[in-house]
């Protein structure tokens, strides 16, 4: 008996695993950006009605790729056919043969509809490749980063959307835009030449750590982590490490995904609620990634002039990696990698942890003096994070009536259910 639900089940598990790798194939495939995600996202909802009526196939996403190859290719055969009857009019008119059925047959080279798999090396090099084009210069960096972790990443508008800190309908029209001009300025379907990847690093580099950001510590749903969101963030600046060996800040960036991801296995209790750094069984930190990050923020430092955005927030990771407890952490040195990194990347998120390392190194007084700026400042306003900061310095100096305050308001901001049951339970906490 075909169970629906584990048909509707599966399909969601593997579009989370593998939308990217199929929007790629597919945009090699057309040679249209935009179509591909429409025949991929036509695909997913072929696979919706089939895979519960019928079992899930043995291949699904060869499945999903057949089928979203063979909307592609009724697409092209409409331009076809629309191009053949636009040409008999301006004959017609005697205007001429303005257009050509073979102007809208797919591109020279496009993969065989039989071609149900495709190999890894070309996945990676598709795969990259589509983020260099959603990385064009023609698009807007909000544009560019918007676009590709909702066509890589597999964001939602609204999760793009909380990363922003921006309206859910701000980040839409960014898509809508976005597509439209890469449509319009007809980019092709190419890795760019090496001079031109090394402009649009920077919009790539800041596209992984969003998505990763987002993998490591949900801004919305019923899961604090979201690993599979994570490891394909390592895994492409892994993929990016290999292609670029010299530029120090990709090795910088994997360094703290390393770094941070090793954390992930002791940061969930058996029930998958949040467990907080000082509660942290550190036996259970993933001591191979530490390594890795270690090896990696090693080869950021000497392949650059000292490190970047990336390489000093990753110096941070390794701080917490090498502590033995939280108590034995070096908090002097990260409130003064904080201070540096505060010089490169001046933001209110970089201010606001600045001071929960200053909570740790100097007390809760002194950290209460720098948050209580961001908030005179009107700085992250609509964020949980400040309040829930405060909250908790205001609980360690006494001050409960104000701390409690600060969670409530925390929890009415929080978007992710399982961050907010940890900030209900710390003010369940204050009586």
């Known amino acids: 008996?075909?169970?629906?639900?584990?048909?509707?089940?599966?399909?969601?598990?593997?579009?989370?695993?593998?939308?990217?790798?199929i929007?790629?194939?597919?945009?090699?495939?057309?040679?249209?950006?935009?179509?591909?995600?429409?025949?991929?996202?036509?695909s997913l909802a072929e696979a919706l009605v089939a895979w519960p009526r019928d079992g899930v196939p043995r291949n699904p996403a060869g499945w999903l790729l057949t089928a979203a190859r063979r909307r592609a290719i009724d697409s092209f055969r409409r331009r076809s056919a629309l191009d053949e009857r636009y040409a008999a009019l301006a004959r017609h008119l005697g205007e001429g043969g303005v257009a050509s059925a073979q102007q809208a047959t797919p591109p020279v080279g496009a993969a065989p509809d039989t071609d149900l798999l495709w190999?890894?090396?070309?996945?990676?090099?598709?795969?990259?490749?589509?983020?260099?084009?959603?990385?064009?210069p023609v698009l807007s960096r909000e544009a560019r980063i918007a676009l590709t972790l909702r066509v890589l990443g597999g964001l939602t508008s609204d999760e793009i959307?909380?990363?922003?800190?921006?309206?859910t309908a701000t980040v839409q029209a960014r898509i809508t835009r976005a597509k439209k001009t890469l449509a319009a300025a007809q980019?092709?379907?190419?890795?760019?030449p090496p001079d031109e990847c090394r402009k649009r690093l920077g919009s790539v580099l800041s596209v992984l750590y969003l998505i990763f950001t987002e993998g490591s510590t949900a801004t919305s749903g019923s899961e604090w982590i979201r690993p599979d969101l994570a490891r394909e963030a390592v895994r492409l600046t892994r993929i990016l490490a290999r292609l670029v060996p010299d530029e120090s800040e990709v090795h910088g960036l994997l360094a703290l995904f390393e770094l941070t991801a090793a954390r992930f296995p002791a940061r969930l209790d058996e029930d998958g609620e949040p467990v907080l750094l000082?509660?942290?069984?550190?036996?259970?930190?993933?001591?191979?990634?530490?390594?890795?990050?270690?090896?990696?923020?090693?080869?950021?430092?000497?392949?650059?002039?000292?490190?970047?955005?990336?390489?000093?927030?990753?110096?941070?990771?390794?701080?917490?990696?090498?502590?033995?407890?939280?108590?034995?952490?070096?908090?002097?040195?990260?409130?003064?990698?904080?201070?540096?990194?505060?010089?490169?990347?001046?933001?209110?998120?970089?201010?606001?942890?600045?001071?929960?390392?200053?909570?740790?190194?100097?007390?809760?007084?002194?950290?209460?003096?720098?948050?209580?700026?961001?908030?005179?400042?009107?700085?992250l306003s609509g964020s949980h994070l400040l309040p829930s900061v405060r909250g908790e310095l205001l609980s360690?100096?006494?001050?409960?009536?104000?701390?409690?305050?600060?969670?409530e308001l925390a929890v009415r901001l929080c978007g992710n259910e399982r961050e907010r049951s940890l900030l209900q339970r710390k003010l369940a906490a204050l009586g």
């Open 1 to 21: 008996m075909i169970d629906p639900y584990g048909g509707r089940q599966a399909v969601a598990a593997v579009w989370r695993i593998e939308s990217a790798r």
């Open 23 to 42: 929007v790629s194939a597919l945009a090699r495939f057309t040679g249209d950006f935009a179509l591909a995600e429409d025949v991929a996202q036509e």
């Open 119 to 136: 190999d890894p090396d070309r996945v990676d090099d598709d795969l990259l490749a589509l983020m260099f084009i959603a990385c064009h």
């Open 161 to 167: 959307a909380r990363a922003f800190l921006v309206p």
């Open 187 to 192: 980019v092709p379907f190419e890795m760019p």
């Open 278 to 379: 000082e509660k942290q069984d550190r036996r259970r930190w993933d001591r191979a990634a530490i390594r890795r990050g270690r090896a990696a923020l090693a080869q950021a430092g000497r392949v650059g002039h000292g490190l970047g955005v990336y390489g000093v927030q990753a110096a941070i990771a390794e701080c917490h990696a090498v502590a033995p407890s939280v108590e034995e952490t070096d908090w002097d040195r990260i409130v003064l990698l904080y201070e540096a990194l505060g010089r490169l990347a001046p933001s209110p998120v970089v201010e606001l942890n600045r001071a929960v390392a200053i909570s740790m190194a100097q007390g809760p007084a002194a950290a209460l003096a720098v948050v209580d700026d961001l908030v005179a400042a009107g700085h």
């Open 396 to 407: 360690r100096l006494g001050k409960r009536d104000d701390a409690r305050r600060e969670l």
